[in-house]
């Protein structure tokens, strides 16, 4: 039977979850209502180029009489910067080289939904437009099951309902919200990532290692979440070693472990290999791209590079200054989240977890411990007891929350993450690239119940989300730049 005031709290957070979704969304058509746009070409739909090589064949769009245009083309005018590429990559394919740079998840299931849910629209807004519709579709009921795993992985380790479900509100209105209600992958990146994490600490691996790759499949930083059984196998094989003086069950888990990265890396792969394929097969050495003649042909990192300029300080300029400012709460955040859990549990964080109490390794076993047979049934009764917590005694055994050492994969996660955006990437990017990250809510969600000035600082955090939902709703659904 479900514990009372987990379904309390978990009806609270889906509540709240389609509540923020419905916001942006309104948000959206108000400031396209009242404002024009910076960029009036998003409705433009060229041919796609394998129709272009047949002219005898009439494309299915030119032969549509739209009933509705009005509302066929503010669907497709709200089509913006990288949703005008999941959306060509759903209609036509991956045509062009730089496409290549967005995973094909959201735009397999784009596709399928207008075909098999949404085709019955067609005629009445056309192609396009239904295509545009199918992903807000996607995005905004997956973002409120991506809420939902929030909240269930947050119980686990922060063994608090009331903190968890504060986290999850927070990430219901986070600052990348308009990113998550648009065609974007964070949401299908965020609901397979944080269910995959969910599963991974409910002792289910073969589930976590499949949503963890499919998460690899919506985007590139997927690959990251490997970590986690990284993190999982070493300290597995710690415990074989040094504790049960098994040297073949180590090799059995380190094995295992290295298996499960593999499968999350596959995705990656896979999509590089298509890549290839299509690109660099078939052409004379003298027509094919640059990055196909590498000794170690990664087409990903080209784009970034070629393209879109990313690499090692090269955003390290004066002119990108307001690009570092508009960064920089998401990233203080994040370096506040870290600094807090390393002064907080010093030894955890240094040690990397391993001279970490065993009664705390024991709370989250299913990362630090092996058992004879029976560790994944323990961890699933961990979590129906974690679940079942009253408040009061789920507060009582929260002693340690967000500074358990159970927190500690997500921390190291968090920081390479910051890292990575901070010196690699377009460092405005960093908003929307870590707000999946539950450690930012869970910190988060720990000061806002704090004394003293703690507290005043969790009513910086809501203002500078609601700032940033305003103005990312304003800016980006009118074609000007937003992170």
């Known amino acids: 039977m479900m514990n009372p005031t987990k379904s309390h709290h978990e009806s609270t957070v889906i509540k709240y979850a389609i509540r923020s979704r419905l916001l942006v969304l309104s948000l959206i058509i108000l400031w396209r209502t ?127 309902q009331e903190a968890a479900s504060r986290a999850s509100i927070l990430f219901c209105f986070n600052p990348a919200s308009i990113f998550y209600s648009s065609i974007y992958s964070e949401t299908l990146f965020a609901l397979f990532s944080l269910g995959g994490l969910y599963h991974l600490m409910s002792g289910k691996n073969t589930i976590a290692v499949l949503w963890l790759a499919l998460s690899g499949f919506s985007r590139s930083n997927g690959m990251l979440n490997a970590g986690y059984f990284c993190f999982q196998t070493m300290h597995q094989a710690y415990d074989a070693v040094f504790f049960r003086k098994r040297a073949f069950l180590a090799m059995q888990v380190l094995v295992g472990g290295a298996l499960r990265c593999i ?54 300029q004066v002119k990108q200054l307001p690009n570092f400012l508009l960064a920089s709460p998401i990233l203080s955040l994040a370096l506040c989240s870290i600094v807090h859990y390393a002064k907080s549990n010093p030894k955890n964080f240094y040690s990397l977890g391993f001279h970490a109490p065993t009664e705390d390794k024991n709370s989250a076993a299913v990362l630090f411990t092996l058992s004879r047979g029976n560790r994944n049934l323990k961890a699933k009764k961990q979590v129906i007891k974690d679940l079942a917590l009253p408040p009061e005694e789920s507060k009582l055994s929260a002693t340690q929350g967000y500074s358990s050492v159970a927190a500690l994969p997500y921390i190291f996660h968090l920081g390479f993450m910051a890292a990575t955006v901070f010196f690699v990437m377009h460092v405005q990017v960093a908003t929307r690239f870590l707000s999946f990250s539950p450690p930012l809510y869970w910190f988060a969600s720990y000061i806002m119940k704090s004394p003293g000035t703690y507290k005043r600082w969790g009513y910086v955090i809501w203002a500078y989300s609601a700032a940033y939902i305003l103005l990312g709703s304003l800016l980006f659904s009118n074609f000007y730049p937003f992170t």
């Open 263 to 316: 499968c999350i890396f596959v995705p990656f792969v896979a999509f590089q290999s298509y890549g290839y394929h299509n690109i660099c097969l078939g052409h004379f050495p003298n027509e094919t791209s640059p990055w196909c003649k590498a000794r170690v042909p990664m087409l990903y990192n080209y784009i970034q590079n070629h393209y879109w300029g990313v690499g090692f300080l090269k955003y390290f």
């Open 34 to 160: 009242l404002l024009t746009p910076y960029d009036t070409s998003a409705p433009l739909n060229p041919t796609c180029l394998s129709q272009q090589q047949h002219p005898n064949v009439v494309a299915d769009d030119d032969q549509q009489v739209i009933l509705v245009p009005r509302l066929a083309s503010a669907i497709e005018s709200s089509i913006v910067w990288d949703s005008v590429y999941f959306v060509r990559i759903a209609q036509c394919g991956y045509e062009y080289e730089q496409s290549y740079a967005f995973f094909p998840l959201l735009p397999i299931c784009i596709s399928w939904l207008s075909r098999k849910v949404l085709a019955p629209l067609i005629p009445v807004i056309g192609h396009r437009a239904v295509l545009g519709l199918s992903g807000y579709v996607i995005n905004n009921v997956g973002f409120v099951f991506a809420a939902l795993y929030l909240y269930r992985l947050s119980v686990i380790i922060l063994k608090d």
